[in-house]
């Protein structure tokens, strides 16, 4: 049974940082790409950001080019978003999933139970 575990959300100012992280387990963590997909209140779950089975490959959303930061330890089975210069809109659930690799992750087939991440001005 594939499990996903996030932590690392939490209330930050405006401009602040945060660094989410993504324990797997019941796969073959290295096997497969992960990322995160967020969900805020009144919308559709989105893609974030994608990073490929062995870290050569990564894809965000327009929105957080620049700002947000994937990155993964196969020795961990842990994938981590790395959060900078957050913005009120960035505050969401923030979901890990694991799956296919494609640029906006349609392949995810496993997720997580979310943690919330809020932004305030």
């Known amino acids: 049974q594939v499990q996903l575990a996030e932590s690392g959300g939490g209330l930050v100012q405006v401009g602040g940082s945060l660094r989410l992280s993504c324990e797997a387990s019941?796969?073959?963590?290295?096997?497969?790409?992960m990322g995160w997909f967020r969900q805020a209140p009144g919308k559709e779950r989105e893609f974030v950001a994608v990073?490929?089975?062995?870290?050569?490959?990564?894809n965000y959303v327009d929105s957080v080019k620049g700002r947000f930061t994937i990155s993964r330890d196969n020795t961990k089975n842990t994938v981590y978003l790395q959060m900078n210069s957050l913005k009120p809109e960035d505050t969401a659930v923030y979901y890990c999933a694991s799956g296919r690799w494609s640029v906006k992750f349609a392949g995810a087939d496993y997720w997580g139970q979310g943690t919330q991440v809020t932004v305030s001005s």
């Open positions: 019941g796969r073959t963590f290295s096997s497969y790409a």
């Open positions: 990073i490929s089975s062995g870290g050569g490959m990564r």
